[in-house]
C-alpha cells in the first residue's frame, strides 16, 4: 500500500515536471466563419452571428484543461452544411477563447482531408502536426482524444485513422500508438457539474 502511494507521488511529480516546460499558447489558424460558442461570454467565436432564420448545427469541440488532466467540451452552433466532421476539426485546430482551456494542435497544424468509411473516419493533417509538437505524454493523449472524441461525437463515426500527409503514422510524439483506428475515450473527458 506504502509503496502503491509513493509510485503515484512519484508519477505525478515527474507529469508536473514534464508538463511545466508545455506551450499553452493557442496555436494561430483561421477561425471558422460564423461559429457561435455557446461557452465563450461574447457568443461568437469569429466576430461574427449566424444569421437569423438560417439553417444551424450544434457541434461538441474538446479541448485541453490548463493542468493537462482532461479535456473539457464546448458546444459551437455552425451554419448547417454537407461537411459537419470538416467544421469540427476545424473549430479545434482554430482552438478555444475559454481562458480555463487550451488548444491541444501543434502551431502550423492544418487538415489537409477527412473522410468516413464503415463508420471510420479518416482525418489528414499536414506534418506539422509531428515536426512542431512539443508536448510529452499528456500532451498527445490530450491531443489525439480532443481529435478522436471530438469526431466521435457524430453518429456515424465510432472511429478515427489519423493520417499525417496522407500516410498512417505510429505515433505524434512517441508516447502512444495511433497505427490503428480508434476509438472514443471517456476516462479522459471532465464531466460537468
Not at 62 to 70: L, Q
Not at 105 to 133: E, M, Q, W
Request: include cysteine.
Amino acid at each position: 500500500m506504502f509503496g502503491k502511494r509513493i509510485a503515484l507521488v512519484s508519477m505525478l511529480l515527474m507529469l508536473s515536471i514534464m508538463l511545466g516546460g508545455c506551450d499553452t499558447a493557442a496555436p494561430q489558424s483561421p477561425t471558422v466563419p460564423n461559429a457561435q460558442n455557446e461557452n465563450s461570454q461574447t457568443g461568437t467565436e469569429s466576430g461574427k452571428t449566424v444569421k437569423p432564420g438560417q439553417d444551424t448545427m450544434t457541434m461538441t469541440v474538446y479541448f485541453a484543461t490548463k493542468d493537462a488532466a482532461n479535456l473539457i467540451s464546448e458546444k459551437y452552433v455552425v451554419p448547417k452544411n454537407s461537411h459537419p466532421a470538416q467544421t469540427a476539426m476545424e473549430l479545434l485546430i482554430a482552438g478555444t477563447k475559454n481562458p480555463d482551456l487550451v488548444a491541444v494542435f501543434p502551431a502550423g497544424t492544418k487538415l489537409r482531408n477527412i473522410s468516413v468509411k464503415d463508420h471510420i473516419a479518416y482525418v489528414d493533417f499536414n506534418d506539422s502536426l509531428i515536426k512542431n509538437n512539443k508536448g510529452g505524454s499528456a500532451l498527445e493523449i490530450l491531443l489525439v482524444g480532443a481529435i478522436v472524441n471530438t469526431l466521435t461525437e457524430f453518429h456515424d463515426i465510432q472511429k478515427v485513422q489519423i493520417l499525417v500527409e496522407g500516410k498512417k503514422i505510429d505515433t505524434i510524439s512517441g508516447h502512444m500508438d495511433i497505427g490503428e483506428p480508434l476509438s472514443r475515450s471517456e476516462k479522459i473527458i471532465k464531466k460537468s457539474k
